[in-house]
């Protein structure tokens, strides 16, 4: 394993984490009579493989279901100090509910302190400000970390940059939580910012937010040759010095398998990547045009800003993705979460829309007609049941 200081906490962080969404029971808070035999062995064989590998950073969250009930239990085999344990708890507008939301946390962890603490989903204004304003949830988070319970706080965002910045600016967060890989490098402002704030940076899910990657499209294996498509988005990420650590969220044992194919390439990432990326932008420039891929994000509205708060920028992008590499499972599956993600995903999907009204918030786009175009093509080849995040699932 390789390591990385962890920004401003000063940790050594490994450059892989193990993400705890996946390899638990249920996504539901369930006791343990419903929590199988079977399910905690997957989790402690999981955790100890984790641990074997180097992966000593083990992530998180409140509301990942039975996930801190069985990953406490699991913990309790290990000495404490070897492992880097982070949590996250959603800002509250109540700061007494971020402190019991907390405490339940500890209980279920079984453990006196973690060393990561992050405020979790701060994905528009108004989380923000709940986590910001005098007395909010930072504040009680920077209490609980004078009093030994928390040893370092920060936060992870689903946001816009604006409000990703405005968080960094802040200067009160020592490291960030965020999405940036290959496919999506929206946020490159905000690693910049982390890095000049001296921020650890965790990158959340870049195989399966990233791309699908554990089951990637035929087009996208033969661009990526010599790498699997997972492992060359591992040396992409590792190879921007801004950041640290990319989460595995691991089902099983075997998840973290095809990873470890990384390690030795980390300091060879200048000779091999060169040429996975000329092919991937040459592809993407055959499909779509040098003309479009400079600019089709000009002009385009937010989905809070768009009748029918369509969620166009999101759209279109994962049109350039399938168009560009075949990601249809993937876009197939970020489509239908369109009116379904909540202030983790936001807007709706295309359907029947008044092609005038949404022709008038699109009169900054240089690509209107196109758009228009894009945005029938998309709902007629993706559009179907929709599916929901997997915390709202059973």
């Known amino acids: 394993m390789r390591y990385r200081r962890f920004g ?49 950073h083990i992530e998180t969250a409140r509301y990942y279901g039975s996930s801190e009930r069985q990953l406490g239990k699991a913990l309790a085999a290990y000495p404490r100090s070897e492992i880097i344990l ?12 971020f402190l019991e939301t907390f405490d339940r946390s500890m209980s279920l962890l079984q453990t006196d302190y973690v060393d990561l603490l992050s405020i979790h989903g701060v994905n528009n204004a108004e989380l923000l400000d709940w986590a910001l304003r005098k007395g909010g949830s930072l504040d009680v ?17 689903h946001a816009p940059l604006p409000v990703i910045l405005e968080a960094i600016a802040s200067d009160r967060l020592s490291y960030i939580n965020l999405h940036w890989y290959y496919i999506f490098q929206t946020n490159q402002a905000a690693l910049e910012a982390a890095q000049k704030h001296d921020m650890g940076v965790f990158i959340i899910s870049p195989s399966d937010k990233g791309g699908h990657l554990y089951s990637p499209p035929q087009k996208l294996v033969d661009l990526c040759e010599p790498l699997h498509p997972m492992v060359f988005n591992d040396l992409f990420c590792l190879s921007q010095p801004q950041i640290h650590t990319l989460s595995i969220g691991a089902a099983r044992p075997s998840d973290f398998d095809r990873h470890l194919e990384t390690l030795p390439l980390l300091d060879q990432a200048d000779q091999v990547l060169p040429p996975i990326l000329e092919r991937l932008e040459a592809a993407a420039t055959a499909a779509l045009g040098q003309d479009w891929l400079d600019t089709w994000m000009v002009g385009l509205p937010t989905p809070d800003t768009t009748p029918g708060e369509i969620n166009i920028p999101t759209i279109v992008w994962l ?13 197939k599956a970020r489509y239908n979460l ?13 359907g029947q829309f008044d092609p005038v009204a949404l022709s008038a918030a699109l009169d900054q786009s240089p690509h209107r007609d196109r758009i228009l175009q894009i945005l029938k093509e998309m709902d007629a080849w993706l559009g179907g049941e ?8 059973s």
């Not at 049109?319 to 876009?331: I, R, T």
């Not at 009116?339 to 295309?350: D, E, K, S, V």
Request: proline share 5%.
């Open 86 to 97: 982070q949590t996250k708890v959603p800002p509250s507008e109540d700061p007494a509910e």
């Open 386 to 393: 929709s599916v929901v995040r997997l915390s709202q699932s």
């Open 141 to 157: 988070a920077e209490r609980l970390q004078a009093e030994g319970r928390v040893r370092h706080i920060g936060f992870s965002t």
């Open 8 to 56: 401003r906490t000063e940790l050594a962080m490994p450059v892989f984490s193990c993400g705890g969404m996946r390899y638990q029971q249920s996504w539901k808070d369930v006791d343990w009579p419903e929590i199988s035999v079977e399910s905690q062995a997957n989790l402690e064989a999981t955790l100890a493989r984790s641990l074997e590998l180097g992966i000593n």
């Open 338 to 350: 369109l009116g379904n993600g909540g202030h983790w995903f936001p807007g709706q999907r295309a």
């Open 319 to 331: 049109y350039n993705l399938v168009q560009a590499f075949d990601m249809v499972k993937y876009a």
